[in-house]
Nanobody, 126 residues
Framework: QVQLVESGGGSVQAGGSLRLSCGAS????????VAWLRQAPGEEREGVAA????????YYADSVKGRFTISQDDAKKTVYLQMNNLKPEDTATYYC???????????????????WGQGTLVTVST
């Protein structure tokens, strides 16, 4: 098992940046696929970025490609989501999630992940 705690959410104007952090109770490199998923009001939760357990391969949703970067610092047991050029449509609660594989059911699907953080709210205003 792994426990996850997110931080770094907040309010920002369009075009701004935020960095989310996901602190893990144990190192994730070579152990877990870690993903960031988001859920806007009235919408389904979906993955925006993931980093694989083996090799640190990264995956991005088309809507965030080129703007968001997922990375990990194993010494700090932390996975980051750097979000640049934020848009109002990025407003959502962002969740960190982990599983032994990114592809049990597909890295963008909530059902892929057994371990979850509590979520952190990101609000982007015009």
């Amino acid at each position: 098992q792994v426990q996850l705690v997110e931080s770094g959410g907040g309010s920002v104007q369009a075009g701004g940046s935020l960095r989310l952090s996901c602190g893990a109770s144990k190192p994730t490199y070579e152990r877990y696929c870690v993903a960031w998923l988001r859920q806007a009001p009235g919408e389904e939760r979906e993955g925006v970025a993931a980093i694989s357990a083996a090799g640190g391969i990264t995956y991005y949703a088309d809507s965030v490609k080129g703007r968001f970067t997922i990375s990990q610092d194993d010494a700090k047991k932390t996975v980051y989501l750097q979000m640049n050029n934020l848009k109002p449509e990025d407003t959502a609660t962002y969740y960190c999630a982990a599983d032994v594989s990114c592809f049990r059911y597909g890295w963008r699907r909530p059902s892929n992940y057994d371990y979850w953080g509590q979520g952190t709210l990101v609000t982007v205003s015009t």
